[in-house]
């Protein structure tokens, strides 16, 4: 199995633009995850699906963000006007039962 | 809500030693899994052990092993025979009934030839 696989891998957009960031978690696995890690707050957990349903979406910080999962394999997470303060690496991750593997991030840099 | 705290920020350890990384925890729960991830700079999130909070066995990996203790809700990281690529920024992380990993800030490990 490749693994849970996020792109794009690094992403520069000017602030008002909007980013989208996708991800494939890895085949089999029902819960899909997305973090932001930042070094002021660390790793953060914005939402969670299960079986494609969003579960908890408390860690959302704004409006402007939102995430969808149409089918067991694909999310994304748009950020819709970006801000520079949403510079930051974003982790898709994703699990069947207790141990979540991670994507290699999308490190997204809004200028 | 759960926490995870780790108290040191950084941490060195000379090539071949050994080190021990701390992690304490809060929750109300009595089921729940531990993991230790580690980042290096290649920002990849690698899971290095994994505990769950029934079993009374220390978990180990190989040149990895933890000290659980769940009266004390301290789970803590011992790398034994510290090697240069070991270093790198250490997670704890608490895993309870919803799924969801909670994360400790992290410790950066540096190791000194």
């Known amino acids: 199995d490749a693994g849970v696989i996020q792109s794009p891998r690094h992403e520069v957009t000017e602030m008002g633009q909007e980013v989208t960031l996708r991800c494939k978690p890895i085949?089999?696995?029902?819960?899909l995850f997305w973090y932001r890690q930042t070094m002021m707050r660390g790793l953060e957990l914005l939402i969670y699906?299960?079986?494609?349903?969003?579960?908890?979406d408390s860690g959302m910080p704004e409006d402007r963000f939102s995430a969808k999962m149409p089918n067991a394999s694909f999310s994304t997470l748009k950020i819709q006007p970006s801000e520079p303060r949403d510079s930051a690496v974003y982790f898709c991750a994703s699990s069947f039962g207790q141990e979540a593997f991670f994507g290699q991030g999308t490190r997204l840099t809004v200028v | 809500a759960q926490t995870v705290t780790q108290s040191q920020p950084e941490m060195s350890v000379q090539e071949a030693e050994t080190v021990t990384l701390s992690c304490t925890y809060d929750?109300?729960?009595?089921?729940?899994?531990l993991f230790w991830y580690k980042q290096p700079p290649s920002r990849q999130m690698i899971l290095v052990i994994r505990q769950e909070a029934y079993k009374q066995q220390n978990a180990t990996e190989n040149r990895f092993s933890v000290n659980f203790q769940k009266a004390a809700k301290s789970f803590s990281l011992k790398i034994s025979d510290s090697q240069l690529g070991d270093a790198a920024m250490y997670f704890c992380a608490y895993g309870g009934s919803n799924y969801k990993l909670t994360f400790g800030k992290g410790t950066l490990l540096t190791v000194n030839p």
């Open positions: 085949s089999g696995h029902n819960s």
């Open positions: 699906f299960n079986n494609n349903v969003p579960i908890d």
């Open positions: 929750t109300s729960e009595s089921d729940y899994y």
